[in-house]
């Protein structure tokens, strides 16, 4: 079983079109980074959040951390086709020194 | 300022031989990690060294996967009488301190080990 789990696994949606990706854990996490990939690529680091509550917004997309610090959302709203990729949640336990993955949302947007 | 260097990027390998899959990490990073992704799957931890010491190797098989990261030179994860079920892409990130610290990790684009 998955540590982080992501949902939906896949998510098909028009241009112009919010979409919400979900990563819930029964851990606490002291960070959690959102993560895009694209076919052939490695992993981007899209944000990093530390502090539970906390809401940091770029451009389109909007990351939440929950209050308790266990999980985050992803929010996009009016979806380009330039948005699609592979989307991945990854965690940072205190005192930990490696990233726990989520299994990831594919995410496509069509024109 | 060059990203995390990995070669080769595709790498095919029958049965029972040896992969040896290379990192070079951004100048000035000495921390590095490798991850497995499946298909369709996230990835993986695997193992996270600096250099000339494995810090984290939990991720790890036990048997045919070792991994070094010498004072010189790339870091090698290394992947001895491979079988079908290793084919996967393999990822190497680097950062210039540890995660924790809230320093990003840069991923390199991966290598991709096809095992016929």
């Known amino acids: 079983t998955q540590l982080l789990e992501q949902s939906p696994q896949f998510l098909s949606i028009q241009e112009g079109e919010n979409l919400t990706v979900y990563c819930n854990s029964s851990?606490?996490?002291?960070?959690l980074q959102w993560y895009r990939q694209e076919p052939g690529e490695g992993p981007v680091l899209l944000v990093t959040?530390?502090?539970?509550?906390e809401v940091k917004k770029l451009k389109r997309l909007t990351f939440q951390f929950g209050d308790a610090r266990k999980d985050s959302s992803l929010h996009i709203t009016a979806a380009q086709p330039g948005d699609t990729g592979l989307y991945l949640c990854?965690?940072?336990?205190?005192?930990?020194?490696?990233?726990?993955f989520g299994g990831g949302t594919r995410v496509l947007v069509k024109p | 300022n060059a990203g995390v260097m990995q070669n080769p990027r595709h790498l095919v390998r029958r049965r029972g031989q040896e992969a040896r899959l290379r990192c070079s990490p951004m100048?000035?990073?000495?921390?590095v990690y490798w991850y497995r992704q499946l298909p369709e799957e996230g990835l993986k931890f695997m193992v996270y060294?600096?250099?000339?010491?494995?810090?984290?190797e939990s991720g790890m098989p036990k048997e045919r996967f070792s991994a070094e990261f010498p004072k010189e030179g790339p870091s090698i994860l290394r992947i001895q009488q491979v079988v079908r079920g290793d084919s996967a892409a393999y990822f190497c990130?680097?950062?210039?301190?540890?995660?924790?610290?809230?320093?990003?990790?840069?991923f390199g684009q991966g290598t991709r080990l096809t095992v016929v």
């Open positions: 990130a680097s950062s210039p301190g540890q995660v924790p610290m809230n320093t990003e990790a840069f």
């Open positions: 851990s606490v996490f002291s960070s």
């Open positions: 959040v530390v502090t539970g509550g």
């Open positions: 990854a965690g940072l336990k205190a005192a930990g020194n490696k990233l726990t």
């Open positions: 100048k000035g990073h000495s921390h």
């Open positions: 060294l600096q250099k000339e010491n494995i810090i984290d």
